[in-house]
């Protein structure tokens, strides 16, 4: 049974940094690029970071965003750094058999929740 299941949410202050993290089962971990995906009250989901399934240093920075995967312990991990009001949402991973992420992720997890506020 294929489960993604991220932790790590709750409420933060502004200026504060937070690490999500992301736990995989029920299939070939290495072979997927897994990406982070937010949703903000009334809007859309959005793409946030990806890292390839063939990505070596397992690890990606993006502004405030980094992504990295350990591939022995199957799971991914979201730092953001000088959190905002904006980054406030519903965070959920998502993993694709291949090389790239795309919007049509194979998996989804039922996503964590973060609060920026003071």
């Known amino acids: 049974q294929v489960q993604l299941v991220e932790s790590g949410g709750g409420l933060v202050q502004p200026g504060g940094s937070l690490t999500l993290s992301c736990a995989v089962s029920?299939?070939?971990?290495?072979?997927?690029?897994i990406g982070w995906f937010r949703q903000a009250p009334g809007k859309e989901r959005e793409a946030i970071s990806c890292?390839?399934?063939?990505?070596s240093s397992m690890k990606s920075v993006k502004g405030r965003f980094t992504i990295s995967r350990d591939n022995a312990m199957n799971a991914i991990h979201l730092q953001i750094d000088r959190l905002e009001p904006g980054d406030t949402g519903v965070y959920y991973c998502?993993?694709?058999?291949?090389?790239?992420?795309?919007?049509?992720?194979?998996?989804w997890g039922k996503g964590t929740l973060v609060t920026v506020s003071s």
């Open positions: 998502a993993a694709i058999l291949g090389p790239r992420c795309s919007s049509g992720m194979d998996y």
């Open positions: 029920g299939f070939t971990f290495a072979y997927y690029a």
């Open positions: 890292i390839s399934s063939s990505d």
